[in-house]
T-cell receptor, first 112, second 113 residues
Framework: GQQLNQSPQSMFIQEGEDVSMNCTSSSIFNTWLWYKQEPGEGPVLLIALYKAGELTSNGRLTAQFGITRKDSFLNISASIPSDVGIYFCAGQRDFGNEKLTFGTGTRLTIIP | GAGVSQSPSNKVTEKGKDVELRCDPISGHTALYWYRQSLGQGLEFLIYFQGNSAPDKSGLPSDRFSAERTGGSVSTLTIQRTQQEDSAVYLC???????????FGEGSWLTVV
């Protein structure tokens, strides 16, 4: 099935550094979501974006819904060890068909 | 319960056997989804329920896969004649519908040997 293009695939950063990852699609989505998944767990929602151009923050996390509705980015500032995990973007086309299309994931590793 | 509950959490089965995976969504959630995640991969959509009907089952990989939902609540994903490539984590999610947030369970880890 279709997946969104997410980059980078993996990141190795030092504690305290900022992180940036993005997601692109060839088609439009009307909602963009960012999830985090830790080993043995299901994905947990971090941020939801509902409007093109929207910039939303959740603590040290900031995400933006691209103006073309074909992309989104997630920034994490001042990373800490518990930020380790796999981050997935997800797009949703419309309310009538609510399935999410997921990105390929960004695996974040933090070096103490 | 407070969250989406899935069972079994782990299942090892022999190739060729049938398996059933169960999902209890969050109470009151009308929408229910099944996704599959292979090791180190992203999430692959399988099927979506709105109430008891499945308006989108486009992601089911073959006719060995089927799912049903009864009473607008519990859902069962059945895989017949399992193959080794079916080994994956099967994730269930639910939402109140209407474009609201989708919440995931912890998944059922299936290993076919």
């Amino acid at each position: 099935g279709q997946q969104l293009n997410q980059s980078p695939q993996s990141m190795f950063i030092q504690e305290g550094e900022d992180v940036s990852m993005n997601c692109t699609s060839s088609s439009i989505f009307n909602t963009w979501l960012w999830y985090k998944q830790e080993p043995g767990e299901g994905p947990v929602l971090l941020i939801a974006l509902y409007k093109a151009g929207e910039l939303t923050s959740n603590g040290r996390l900031t995400a933006q819904f691209g103006i073309t509705r074909k992309d989104s980015f997630l920034n994490i500032s001042a990373s800490i060890p518990s930020d380790v995990g796999i981050y997935f973007c997800a797009g949703q086309r419309d309310f009538g068909n609510e399935k999410l299309t997921f990105g390929t994931g960004t695996r974040l590793t933090i070096i103490p | 319960g407070a969250g989406v509950s899935q069972s079994p959490s782990n299942k090892v089965t022999e190739k060729g056997k049938d398996v059933e995976l169960r999902c209890d969504p969050i109470s009151g959630h009308t929408a229910l989804y099944w996704y599959r995640q292979s090791l180190g991969q992203g999430l692959e959509f399988l099927i979506y329920f709105q109430g008891n009907s499945a308006p989108d089952k486009s992601g089911l990989p073959s006719d060995r896969f089927s799912a049903e939902r009864t009473g607008g609540s519990v859902s069962t994903l059945t895989i017949q004649r399992t193959q080794q490539e079916d080994s994956a984590v099967y994730l269930c999610a639910s939402s109140p519908g209407g474009g609201n947030t989708i919440y995931f369970g912890e998944g059922s880890w299936l290993t076919v040997v």
